[in-house]
Nanobody, 111 residues
């Protein structure tokens, strides 16, 4: 059974940090394209950070220097470390592995 379960979202203040986790099961994990996307109300779902099939890492310009994506192939878990959060980072964050999507986790940053 395919499953992507996100965790780690919440309500924080500007300048705080959060770490999101995405635990995968039933999916080919090692070597798969994987990434974090986010969607704010009224906006489209945008890429935040990604690890490509060859291991390259890409970030949206708005999060460069603040966010860090990583993965643990043994634990089959992907992470997004988010530092120095701002209200503009408020959104539902989704993990994406291969062709599958998680259910999303809400991140709310108050000013």
């Amino acid at each position: 059974q395919v499953s992507l379960v996100e965790s780690g979202g919440g309500l924080v203040q500007a300048g705080d940090s959060l770490r999101l986790s995405c635990a995968a099961s039933g999916i080919v994990f090692s070597g798969a394209f994987m990434g974090w996307f986010r969607q704010a109300p009224g906006n489209q779902r945008d890429l935040v950070a990604a690890i490509t099939n060859d291991g390259s890492i890409n970030y949206a310009d708005s999060v460069k220097g603040r966010f860090s994506i990583s993965r643990n192939n043994i634990k089959r878990t992907m992470y997004l470390q988010m530092n120095n959060l701002s209200p503009e980072d408020t959104a539902v964050y989704y993990c994406h592995v291969g062709q599958f999507w998680g259910q999303g986790t809400q991140v709310t940053v108050s000013s």
